[in-house]
């Protein structure tokens, strides 16, 4: 009988290091630390832009000046040094590439080393590649296969020289650039990031996916996302993140937007896994992240996300109840480990009649790590039939950690039906026990009863993300999960 | 000037004028202070977020309610549970009156905070316990400040209080606007058993704003049962601040019917500071008219081995707003803690709204914690159902809305309260018929 106890997972997860550390050395084009105007002016210039993408930039950047560092959220950690940070970094290899080949082989070794190698991506066919290594988009697949149908699928910063019109009618419509302060920031310097349109009735034949990567030495990361259904399309997009090991902490503060018109669907799913920082707290990503969703009527939006690395998470996947019927799905698994900071959840903004909103968030706190789940359901005065079912489950290992549940539900209409439960527990000794009794050791009883206590998100996961899922979840809760 | 100001001002006169000894105006005056620095709260800050004091803060409040009034019992005799004997600590205008009261020192002391304050004997017993639950946030200081009368109530060790005890404060509205600040002290030592019901009552069109503070202490193996009775006029306001303290093994319970008043804010507090000791935190809201009742509830978890229950009904009709933000905390220590904390509402208007944030903050990993929250309608099965069996419509609902309340009604252990609440709630849902039948 194996002798497998919490205290023996307690103490793996505490040595488990961060397989995905290491540094590719590419040669970057880097700016001088520092956030001015003039910084705002010379990111625009650089990415070509037109002038009234630098006017919308330059309006962002004076909101951001007048605007504090949000404290309300339940995360301790030193605010970041916005002077301190460079806000370019292109790898130089610049040109684009028609084949693979021609990609920087050692980027490609980084990609293998991530088990994401784009042949191998190629191969796996259904699964179209925009990457995205600090900031500039190197590589793009299945580009002809998409544009075939009509799907615009490129980076925001081509978009925005090819597809004008789109971008300009659509970018800071879900989150304008003073909705929050790292709004804001973003607004102002973003770098890259993807832009996807799917035209009338379009059903997008593969998922596609974006890679973030940071990779330069104190470089910040901000990415802005803008994915566009229209009407009567269906899209499923993957976004998934792995960050090399650094001591210094790192901030990425992206935006993404999503916009679902008529009978349109998306649904976004995201794996994340920065560094979370050393088993003392050192080091670590600090993810400060504002993503909104738009439906209008007979829409649906659907978040999944798997949030398993980061020093510092910030973040709110968001939808907004527009038209009428529409639906918002948010599903989610937040691990936290060593000294890990996580606030996480949703927000759900009923505005249409017969609205539907789902929130499943699963909490999982280990080590010293504090995990909240921070949410908010609104039903406006105006929107009747609106319903919802909430429900946050946490698990605690060990002593150590905190589970946190801070839900808003404002109900302003009598015809609003809203559910919200929570439960906070730890594994139990029965169940374990029950396990044991049938032939299966205590590791693999923890491994199955967190395996289910996360099926219902995991579930939700496209097959080809499943996968990874669970690799993630492997590393941060090693010997927990099968 | 604005009501801040007016109340820094008057706290040196109020000093001078009162009879206390030295321990309590230190207090009173490090309260002051306080208050000072913070002022009235304001929707910024997160625990105010969904009420606002401002409609109630702009009346010209006289702080010291000068003249004495005097009432009838036969006048006021319905606000009373008048079917069964008990002590009486009965105040009008902030003032005590004696003619309507019964008190006792015989083996427990159930007398005023006044006599308490200014009187030798009783000194160990307010030095020990004095303010010594109450938060430092700026409403309980202010009352701190401002704290003379009130009811005392100390039971020594194994006594059984064999009849309840009603605090009731009337307002007779002499003054234009009063401000009314009552302070109550109740202390249940070992293995004693205590009931009290506590009511507040406007009986003019005058507005009152009543800043209550009261703090229990339950000993160990104490039982304490409070019963909040709120059904005051339009212009009534109340902001009922209550911290209770539990000793290992104690079982408290308070009971909160909220069916009435302009604005009505309970922060209601629990600290379990042992072990194996049970809380229960249990509410009834009815409101209509433009009517707002706010409960916030906390319970401390410090100790293994406890449990705390927390079950808050509303039922909100017209423009009244609701909120309920309750919040459990499980300390590190606090191992095999079972908390429970459930909220249920129903909108009966589209003007009507309700805002509830059930917040848990765990720091123990062996703990079953949960929280449920619903806003809904009537079942409309339920009403064909009694419709079809020829029940009326508004009697229906009125089956459904009390169905839905009995929950809290059950746990009430005085029979005559419970007829009294229930009465009031066919009252308050326009019906005329025995639920209890």
Redesign the interface.
Known sequence: MSKYTEDDLREELKTKEYEYGFYTDIESETFPNGLNEDIVRAISKKKEEPEWMTDWRIEAYRIWEKMEEPE?ANVHYKKPDFQGISYYSAPNSKPKYDSIDEVDPELLATFEKLGISLDEQKKLAGVAMDVVVDSVSVATTFKKTLAEQGIIFMSISEAIKEHPELVKKYIGTVVPQKDNFYAALNSAVFSDGSFCYIPKGVRCPMELSTYFRINQAGTGQFERTLVIADQGSYVSYLEGCTAPSRDENQLHAAVVELIALDDAEIKYSTVQNWFPGNAEGKGGVYNFVTKRGLCETNAKISWTQVETGSAVTWKYPSCILKGDNSVGEFYSIAVTNNYQQADTGTKMIHLGNNTKSTIISKGISAGQSQNSYRGLVQVS?RAKNARNFSQCD?L???????????????????????????????IGEDQIFYCNQRGIDTEKAIALIVNGFSKEVLNKLPMEFAVEAQKLLEISLEGSVG | MDLKEKLVSSFLAFENEVNIDAFVHDVRTDAIKIFEEKGFPTKKE?AWKYTSLNTVLKEDYSVFPKQESALDYKDVKKYFIHDIDTYKIIFIDGKYSSHLSQTTHGGIDVCLMSSALSKPKYQPIIENYFNKAAEKDSLSALNTAFSNEGAYIHIPKNKVVEKPIQIIHFATGNESATMLQPRNLVVVEENSHVQIIERHQNLTQNPVLTNSVTEIFAEKRAIVDYYKIQNDNANASLIDNTFIKQDRESLASVHTFSFGGKLTRNNLNFYQEGERMDSTLKGITIIGDKQHVDHNTLVHHIEPNCESHQDYKGIFSDKATGVFNGKVVVE?EA?KTNAFQANN?I???????????????????????????????LDESAMFYMRSRGIPEKEAKALLMFAFTNNVLESVKIPELKQRITKIIADKLGVDIGFDL
Not at chain 1, 397 to 425: D, L, Q, R, V
């Open positions: 309300w005065s946490s605690l290992m060990g002593n150590a950690c905190g589970a946190h549940t801070f839900p808003y539900i404002e109900a302003n209409n009598k015809t609003a039906k809203i559910e919200h439960e929570a439960t906070t527990s730890k | 997160e590190k191992q509402n909108l009966l208007s589209d003007k009507a709204s309700i805002n509830t944030k059930p917040q848990l903050e765990i720091f123990a990993d062996d703990v079953k914690c949960s929280h449920g929250c619903t806003i809904g309608q």
